[in-house]
């Protein structure tokens, strides 16, 4: 196991599902802790380090305010150096929380944006230090304009 600290995080759903097919090839190699929006999607992760946080999104400023604290407060306790994130609101805001703390960021579009970024994804493009797409269409060399790398399906 590495030595390297890893916060993965992602609200539930499909984001974590997708987050949780990168565990054995990626996440399970380092000490990976994660993050949350609710209680059960501890369950799969068993025996590692879990958080829960306040889900959100743009609709919902206090909600948001409140998870973006809240994030914060577990990337001050966990310290880690990478953070990754396939979405939605609560893994931009750690991500943005991580680049505050020295972190360095991963975010990955959702697979099941196919046509366009996700609201998230086209902010975490202002400031993650790397950013992924899985379709290349939405690559930046795919259309030309500034926009996530594509590497190839990752999920």
Excluded at 21 to 43: C, E, N, P, V, W
Excluded at 63 to 86: A, E, G, Y
Excluded at 94 to 104: D, H, V, Y
Aim: charged share 20%; net charge positive; proline share 4%.
């Amino acid at each position: 196991m590495s030595d390297k600290k890893i916060l993965a995080v992602s609200s539930s759903g499909g984001h974590w599902i997708q987050l949780q097919r990168l565990r054995f090839d990626l996440l399970d190699k380092h000490q990976t802790s994660y993050m949350g929006t609710a209680i059960g999607m501890q369950d799969l992760v068993e025996g590692k380090p879990f958080f829960v946080v306040q889900d959100c999104n743009i609709n919902e400023p206090l909600n948001t305010l409140r998870c973006f604290f809240q994030v914060l407060s577990v990337v001050r306790k966990v310290r880690p150096d990478f953070i990754v994130s396939t979405g939605a609101a609560p893994g931009l805001l750690t991500l943005l929380a991580g680049k505050l703390t020295g972190a360095k960021t991963i975010w990955i579009d959702s697979l099941a944006n196919t046509k366009k970024l996700s609201v998230s994804g086209k902010l975490a493009g202002y400031f993650v230090d790397l950013w992924l797409t899985q379709w290349p269409e939405l690559g930046a060399s795919g259309n030309g304009k500034k926009g996530p790398e594509y590497k190839g399906q990752l999920i």
